[in-house]
C-alpha cells in the first residue's frame, strides 16, 4: 500500500482531524491546510474537521482559523501540511493526537509523524493536495471553496507560475481547479495587491540593493526602515521577490531585523543552490528558497560571503 494510501485509510478511522502548518504561514501554508479541511469536511459530513494556528491577517481573504478546545485532541488525527520542521509547527498540540501525519513539499530534513508524505519536487503543498484528491476522487469530494485555496496555494508557492519548480503537472492541476466557479483573476489580485507603503519599501529594496560582479545580491532592512514606513516583518514578504527581476542577480538574501535585534534571512536563488546555507544559519527550505536567522551583522556578512562563494562557483561550472 502507497504512503497516500495509508493516509487516505487513517483519514477513513477518525472522526475528529485536526490540521495544523507553520508559523508565520504563507498563501501555500494556510491554502493546503484549509482546501485540505474543505475537501475532508465536503466528503465526509459526519467527521469534525479543524484547521489551528495563529492567524495572519494579511491572508484573511483564504481563511480563517478555527479555535478549539485542548480536549478536541484526545481522539483525534492530527495532519501537519507545508511543515518541514516540528520547531516551525504553529500550535503546539500537534502532538496531542492519536495519530500524526506529516504532507509537504520541502526537503524531508525533519522526519515526523506515523506517516510521511513528501514530495520535494512539486511546487507546493497545494498542488500535493490535489494530486491526493485526484487519486481518492471516487471517495473525495472537491469543493469550489476547495479549489479556490488550493489555486491560491499554488499561484502563491510558484509566483504566478514563474518558479522552476512549476511543471506541465502544475499547470493541469491548476486548470482543473479553474473549472470550479471561483473567481481566479480575484484571487490573483488579492495575492498580489499591495499597500502604498508597502509600494515605498520597493523603493528602497531598489535602492538600497547590493550585487557583486557574479550577481550575489544583498538586501538589509532595518528596523528603522520598517518603522518609517509603519511596516511590519510579515509586510515585508512581497519584496522578497524583488531582486529575482533583476537581470544582473543569481542568488539574493534580504535580511529583515527582528524587533528582539535578530535578523530574519530570506534565500532566493534562480540557480545555485542555497539551502545548505541556510541550514548551516538555523534555518532550511529549498534548494532554491530558504529562510535562516542572522544573530547581528557579522553574521550578516558571512551569510552574504557563504552566497557569494556558491554564486561564483556555480558561474565558473557554468562557463
Ligand atoms: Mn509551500
Known sequence: MSVKQKIFKMIQVFDTIIIHRHERPDPDAIASQCGLKE?????FPDKQIYAVGSAVARLDFLSNMDDIEDKLYENALVIVVDTANIERISDKRFNNGK????????????????????????????????QFYLDFSDDLTMSTEAARLLYAGIVGDT?????????????????????????????????????MKVAKLFGEVYQDIRVDE?????????????????????????????????????????????????????????????NKIAKCHGGGGHLLASGAIAHDKAEIMEIYRKIQEVVKEWKSEKS
Open 39 to 43: 475537501i475532508l469536511k465536503e466528503s
Open 99 to 130: 495519530k500524526l501525519i506529516k504532507i509537504d513539499h520541502h526537503p524531508n530534513d525533519d522526519f515526523y509523524g506515523n506517516l510521511m508524505w513528501v514530495e520535494d519536487q512539486v511546487s507546493s503543498t497545494s498542488e500535493l493536495i490535489v
Open 159 to 195: 509566483g504566478r507560475f514563474l518558479y522552476p519548480a512549476t511543471t506541465p503537472k502544475t499547470l493541469e492541476r491548476a486548470a482543473f481547479l479553474m473549472n470550479f466557479s471561483f473567481d481566479a483573476s480575484k484571487i490573483n489580485q488579492e495575492l498580489t495587491s499591495i499597500p
Open 214 to 274: 557574479n550577481g550575489a545580491a544583498y538586501v538589509l532592512l532595518s528596523a528603522k526602515t520598517l518603522e518609517q514606513y509603519q511596516l511590519n516583518d510579515s509586510q515585508t514578504s512581497p519584496v522578497v521577490s524583488l531582486p529575482g527581476q533583476l537581470e544582473e542577480v543569481l542568488s539574493w538574501v534580504i535580511f529583515v531585523e527582528q524587533p528582539d535585534g535578530k535578523y530574519r534571512a530570506r534565500l532566493r536563488s534562480k540557480g545555485p543552490i542555497i
